[in-house]
């Protein structure tokens, strides 16, 4: 993943080195007030009855796909889980067919790693701002990854804010240490050596066991820290 030299070259690789080890870890509702309280009773029946007859069984349908894309996924044949074959469906038709359910967003969120994987950044990005779900890993990965892919093409902008949605998404000491030493590496790209001080900081500070906290002074110190 080479990327043009310029004065920033050596935070963008630390950057795309750090994107590896993300493959290591390996994604309501209305308040009406009483005056319309009949109107409510039938849209929550209506939706109940959405969720019970339509949503649940597609998921259910949906997961049931998803085994024999996983397998192909697992044992690398990523065209295959992407595409499938004759005879079973891979990740994108589930994606795009049960976008609705889970069975759908964790099928977009492989879509988004696979196209990573294969360097396809746009597709990346398509699938992987499909996924929402709320599993603390998943969730905050499939952002982080959008981070990564923007990161590729340059966009150090919105990288930031992709990796800042990743840490908000989920604070816990396996993930956030990664996107948090992320974002500080594209807050130094960017000039902002104050952000990425503060960053550097809260790994050191909240997260002391990371990988990333290792060498954090060195970091810490090239930014006047």
Same mark, same amino acid.
């Given at each position: 993943?080479?990327?043009?030299?310029?004065?920033?070259?050596?935070?963008?690789?630390? +950057?795309?080195?750090?994107?590896?080890?993300?493959? $290591? *870890? +390996?994604?309501?509702? #209305?308040?009406?007030?009483?005056?319309?309280?009949?109107?409510?009773?039938?849209?929550?029946? =209506?939706?109940?009855?959405?969720? /019970?007859?339509? !949503?649940?069984?597609?998921?259910?349908? =949906?997961?049931?796909?998803?085994?024999?894309?996983?397998?192909?996924?697992?044992?690398?044949?990523?065209?295959?889980? &992407?595409?499938?074959?004759?005879?079973?469906? =891979?990740?994108?038709?589930?994606?795009?067919? *049960?976008?609705?359910?889970?069975?759908?967003? !964790?099928?977009?969120?492989?879509?988004?790693?696979?196209?990573?994987?294969?360097?396809?950044?746009?597709?990346?990005?398509?699938?992987?701002?499909?996924? #929402?779900? #709320?599993?603390?890993? +998943?969730?905050?990965?499939?952002? =982080? &990854?959008?981070?990564?892919?923007?990161?590729? $093409?340059?966009?150090?902008?919105?990288?930031l804010r992709a990796y800042q949605r990743a840490i908000d998404?989920?604070?816990? @000491?396996?993930?956030? @240490?990664?996107? &948090?030493?992320?974002?500080?590496? +594209?807050?130094?790209? !960017?000039?902002?050596?104050?952000?990425?001080?503060?960053?550097? /900081?809260?790994?050191?500070?909240?997260? @002391?066991? #990371?990988?990333?906290?290792?060498?954090?002074?060195?970091?810490?110190?090239?930014?006047?820290?």
């Amino acid at each position: 993943m080479a990327k043009k030299k310029k004065s920033g070259e050596e935070t963008i690789v630390d +950057v795309q080195k750090a994107y590896s080890k993300t493959e $290591q *870890y +390996v994604e309501d509702n #209305s308040k009406i007030i009483m005056i319309i309280g009949a109107i409510l009773l039938l849209l929550f029946g =209506g939706y109940f009855a959405f969720t /019970r007859l339509y !949503l649940f069984p597609k998921n259910e349908e =949906g997961m049931e796909m998803l085994w024999k894309a996983e397998y192909w996924f697992e044992i690398d044949s990523l065209n295959k889980a &992407l595409i499938g074959d004759e005879s079973y469906y =891979g990740f994108e038709y589930i994606a795009d067919e *049960y976008g609705s359910t889970q069975a759908g967003e !964790l099928a977009a969120y492989y879509c988004g790693v696979i196209y990573m994987e294969m360097g396809e950044y746009d597709r990346a990005l398509h699938y992987l701002d499909k996924v #929402s779900l #709320s599993d603390q890993m +998943v969730g905050a990965i499939s952002r =982080g &990854l959008m981070g990564d892919a923007y990161v590729e $093409q340059g966009q150090m902008s919105q990288a930031l804010r992709a990796y800042q949605r990743a840490i908000d998404h989920s604070d816990n @000491p396996l993930t956030a @240490p990664i996107y &948090l030493k992320k974002a500080a590496l +594209v807050h130094e790209d !960017l000039g902002n050596a104050d952000e990425a001080l503060k960053m550097y /900081r809260r790994i050191k500070d909240k997260f @002391p066991s #990371s990988e990333e906290a290792k060498n954090i002074d060195s970091y810490i110190a090239r930014v006047g820290g």
